[in-house]
């Protein structure tokens, strides 16, 4: 960890000379960027220098042992044992701080529910989930503008596609990309019975177009005239949009958006982040040893949390996490759930860094 910590330094006091330089300074674009790592870095170098001074005042305290007076040896000791128990400290919160950050934590996301299994009462769930979600963007200062709602027969949604900026948006949300499953007494059950349901949801990073590195020449683009309940507004021109890469054969289609941009938008967002997954699954297939949670991944194939009404039960399955607060939770009091989703990943990634070390 300690060679790890000089690099930074080293890179830190690189910045600090580059960030001087009247080139960069007169390019905001590069001193932005460079401002940004600088600042990031200035945490850990701080608590790099603090420890630097703990070590060699632990050196001396080590030369006071050989005193011969023992009432001198007895305050070094003591030190010494306080000093020891800082340092650990210390390098517990320089481990928590060298983590690697996703880059994509800070992009906005174009954020998906869709209704699966349960028919009627599946539609409904959505409904509740945007409701649920609303209050939470709210609650974190986000913005967001509804592209397509599609209205289920009986309330609710089948589909509902948004787009979410502010601060950190992508960071708050990517756990939330999974299979939710809700257990309930549906409102169209006549008998009481508890029936369960699902819906997906999919969060999707947003990038700049010039960020996506896709080129245009593997690209065929196709526009379409689409049609269907809630979707009114792209049946009267071509504003549905097909993307298909022609190295893979990935194909997606857009019909979200009022506007043929806005639709190749969408799209363009949909491949780039398929190409993305399947080149991660390429990559841990290769890798045998490699231990990944869902946490983070964005996995749909599995249930990731249950809504248990008639116990008032919230239930995450990835981290085996279990609240009886499922009535503030849909009120949007989502922050402990992603406070702890963050932590366990977080506490994967020091362990990974730790067997690396």
Not at 328 to 354: F, H, P, R, S, W
Request: glycine content about 8%; charged content about 35%.
């Amino acid at each position: 960890m300690i060679d790890k910590l000089k690099a930074i330094k080293d890179r830190f006091f690189l910045l600090e000379e580059q960030m001087s330089d009247p080139e960069v300074v007169g390019d905001q674009k590069k001193f932005a960027r460079l401002h940004k790592e600088y600042k990031e870095m200035t945490p850990v170098v701080k608590a790099f220098d603090r420890m630097t001074e703990l070590l060699d005042q632990i050196d001396q305290a080590k030369e006071l042992l050989k005193e011969e007076d023992e009432e001198v040896r007895e305050m070094a000791k003591a030190e010494l044992s306080e000093l020891y128990a800082t340092v650990e400290q210390l390098k517990l919160e320089l481990k928590k701080m060298m983590i690697p950050k996703d880059p994509e934590d800070e992009s906005d996301v174009i954020f998906e529910i869709r209704a699966g299994t349960g028919g009627d009462e599946a539609a409904i769930f959505v409904g509740d989930l945007f409701k649920m979600y609303s209050s939470y963007f709210e609650e974190k200062g986000w913005k967001y503008e509804i592209l397509s709602l599609n209205e289920g027969t009986s309330g609710g949604y089948t589909k509902v596609v948004l787009e979410i900026v502010g601060r950190d948006v992508y960071g708050g949300l990517k756990y939330e990309s999974g299979t939710h499953r809700v257990q309930r007494v549906p409102k169209t059950e006549s008998q009481g019975r508890v029936h369960t349901s699902a819906a997906t949801v999919a969060v999707l990073p947003k990038y700049e177009e010039d960020e996506i590195d896709i080129n245009k020449e593997d690209l065929r683009v196709d526009t379409f005239r689409s049609s269907g309940a809630g979707g009114q507004h792209v049946n009267k021109t071509d504003s549905g949009v097909r993307l298909t890469h022609l190295p893979t054969g990935i194909v997606v289609e857009c019909t979200d958006g009022r506007s043929q941009i806005k639709n190749r938008e969408i799209a363009l967002q949909r491949l780039y982040q398929k190409i993305k997954d399947e080149k991660r699954k390429e990559e841990q297939s290769t890798l045998a040893a490699q231990r990944r949670s869902l946490v983070g991944t964005g996995d749909r194939s599995g249930k990731i949390r249950t809504y248990n009404y008639p116990q008032n039960r919230l239930t995450d399955h990835r981290i085996n996490l279990t609240l009886y607060n499922l009535d503030q939770v849909v009120a949007g009091k989502l922050g402990d759930i992603v406070e702890a989703l963050q932590l366990a990943e977080n506490a994967e990634k020091m362990q990974e860094g730790m067997t690396e070390d």
